[in-house]
């Protein structure tokens, strides 16, 4: 093609544009829409993707997690036997550590089961009390 070719199909498009302008318009319109469209989805799951990297990060990826009961989601009623395990104690959690030269440290949680205590210091009571304890190695 030539320079005049150019210009013949320049003139022709700009022609065409001018005569139908809705649908000109209206096509525009939907290109820019898409890739806005595009650009916010793109942005959305690049935070998302973010975050869940700082959550995993926040856990650490060398750390362990026991429980005595089942965690996560469930569905329906927990099997009776699971009730009956006994729970985690202190001694547990350092008989792991000295069972393995790959635990650098560990840490506990512990939690009061059960009815909810009522909460004494002093003369003052609290009866919807939590109570809950770590060790110093938890963080």
């Known amino acids: 093609m030539n320079k005049n070719q150019y210009f013949e199909n320049i003139v022709m498009a700009m022609g065409t544009l001018r005569s139908h302008k809705v649908r000109s318009l209206l096509t525009i319109l939907g290109v820019i829409i898409g890739v806005m469209t595009v650009i916010v989805i793109s942005s959305i799951l690049t935070g998302m993707r973010q975050n869940i990297i700082n959550l995993v990060e926040e856990f650490g ?4 997690y026991a429980f005595h ?16 395990r006994k729970p985690l104690r202190i001694e547990d959690a350092l008989a792991i550590k000295a069972g393995s030269d790959a635990v650098r440290d560990v840490g506990w949680e512990g939690f009061f089961f059960g009815r909810t205590p009522t909460l004494k210091y002093g003369s003052e009571s609290y009866k919807q009390g939590r109570i809950r304890g770590v060790s110093p190695s938890y963080a």
């Open 69 to 84: 009961l089942t965690t996560g989601p469930s569905f329906g009623h927990r099997d009776r036997s699971e009730f009956q």
């Open 61 to 64: 990826t060398d750390n362990i």
